[in-house]
């Protein structure tokens, strides 16, 4: 075959220099996605960075290229940027199509969108609502379904999406957005088990508390900073983890915060 | 750094590896899944625009690169699945593009009608069997599938519509049968499809020792049977070479079967949902197990003996989707080549003129012993002419040769069948583009006519005057490079 590759992760835009791998963060412009990009660049993955700001998005690649390399072996890799709303949704297939192409394939996608706008205790605010619920679950959805139609077609990639601690149990704070991150659960553990008959798998990440942009606001007691739950995100990742807490002790908060009957947990205030 | 912009006035593509059948060939592409006609010239439209070819593509059943497109976009015609209209006093149907054989048959066969000519899988796609004019096991009786194909129409890539049958753009209608979706896409065909008495076939495995008894079977029953096709033990030597066993079908006469209204029926046909007790989606595991030179020699010689049995047992009847699609009952068997990049099979189809046909396939299978690439199934057929412009078809016979193909042996296998091809071509024979992975230009060159290639040619530049429409295959056979085999020097 002159120009078709019988291998599908090899693709003709591909850089001429040994990488890692293909990598994709959709939601790279601040917190843990962009950390995640620094991370796998400077391990020597070839990295796409989707946005909504192009400003950012060309300050992190410009810093990256000026960054060395974090693993040994290998360069950094080149950073290439999209500008995309991903409650754009109907743009999804075509920007992921792109991305991927520019990339000369992909071997990991990382969903990292999402927001979490402060809520009142007594605000039922239907447009803030359905922000939340268009960013957190409509674009990941969107996102997600177009890597899992690469993924699956070529039998090979991991998908990582970013959930939330949130999704565990509907508490008193942000309705939606637990919901929204608990419909996110329920949707990338349906797409492992599909995704698994042909060797792509999914990873399912429930960061606690993580100081980013999006937390600033709240007062969170022993939080990771970003760059570590990068870490931790990207070693999941690798060791085909299914779920995984970040950092890890926030599995036993879940697992008792999910234990507590609903008569008792009305009555806290958490 | 680089950025890469995002425009909303596309339509929506899908980016996906498109691979082929086989798995020994595929590419990363923005696929295109058009539901209407208007979607197809926007599709074309856009294509053209963007400076990039594209590839047409149905449901992927071609063992090689047919429906690859290495070079960005792929048109993908499954959506575009509505049976238009099916005639129960003629057996006549008007059919969407993406309608597969499964879909047609489903129709028809309640209604009294076989689909004339089906491949041994249910799956492909009508148009994508025009194009690639496939043929079943009743090529010796009925031709090809271009044979039963009244009319169709061809949308080009400026947007023209052609309606071409027989009487009207004849042209086209020989060229773009077997055309390899060449000369624009099919959006319409119109079939016709077989008065049927019965949802059964009579069958009759006969067990014959070499392949010259495998032909005289053949060529005495040819004129009554409806369907002939060989199996063949490619691991026998010395005066058992080509042994194998014999299906002989034929249809029931009217009246023959008393219950015909229920075995008509879609739910009569249904194929065995386990094998020997295992559910049959995992039993290609079990042929993983065996897909070695040992493991398949020992399943084609424990076959011959089944044969033996089958044999004695004389006529019987089964479903006519039992019969004709054998390929259907393991699904995914081909992942018992491997499911691991690099790894798959390749189809080696062999077609040679009657009269040197016997000496010639000896020739073939005494050779891939010796060098120690046994194919791990062989099919057999008898074929006939037909008017098509680049057909395969010939007064002949057929051998079908399934090689495994691995990332270490690879190289070594396309230089073995870069020897075949020269027997191949020296005997007059010919290849067939649904199932070929290999053909260079000069092996294309050798066995097609010139006057039919020139033709073609000039009838693409007509259709296609931007040579929109391309394919890995088209660039493989029709390149102007001097290789027999692709790849091999």
New interface residues.
Partial sequence: ?????????T??SAPKVALRGRALVVGASSGMGMELVRQLAGAGWAV?AVARSADKL?AL??EV?RSAPLTAGYPVG???????DVT?T??A??????????LG?LDLMIFAAGIMPAVGRDEYNTPKDLGILDTNLLGAVAWCN?AA??FA????GTLVGISSIAGARGRKGNPVYGASKAGLDHYLEALRNRLSE??VHVCTIKPGFVETPMTAHLDLAGAISASEAARQILKAAESRANTRYVPWRWGLVAAVVKSIPSMIFKRLSI | MSRSQTNNSSASSSYEYVESWGMNAGAHSHVLRPHSVEAIREAFAEATASGRKLGLRGTGCSYGDASINSEGLSLDLTQMNQILSFDASTGIADLEAGVTIEQLWKRSLPQGYWPKVVSGTMFPTVAGAAAMNIHGKNNFRVGTFGDNVLEFDLVLPSGEMRTCNREQNTDLFHAAIGGLGMLGCFSRLRLQTKRVHSGKVRVRGESVRNLAAMMAYFEAEKGRADYLVGWVDCFAGGDGMGRGLVHDAEYLAEGEDSEAEQTMQVAYQQLPGSILGFPKGEVWRFLRLINNPWGMRLLNALKQQAGRVEGHEGWHEQSHAGFNFLLDFVPNWKFAYGRKPGHGLIQYQVFLPADVAHDTFLEILGLCQRQGHVPFLGVFKRHRPDPFWMTHSLDGWSMAMDFKVTPTNRMDLWQVCDQLTRIVLDAGGKFYFAKDSLMGHEAMVRAFPEARREAFLALKRETDPGGLLETDLWRRIFASNSSLTDGVA
């Avoid at chain 1, 075959?1 to 992760?9: E, H, I, N, Q």
């Fill in positions: 075959m002159s120009d078709s590759s019988a291998l599908p992760v693709g003709d796409g060309d690649a410009a290229a080149p950073v290439t940027v999209a500008t995309c754009q109907e743009l297939d075509l920007a992921f199509g792109e991305m991927a192409e520019s394939g177009a139609r690469l077609s070529q039998r090979s042909v060797g």
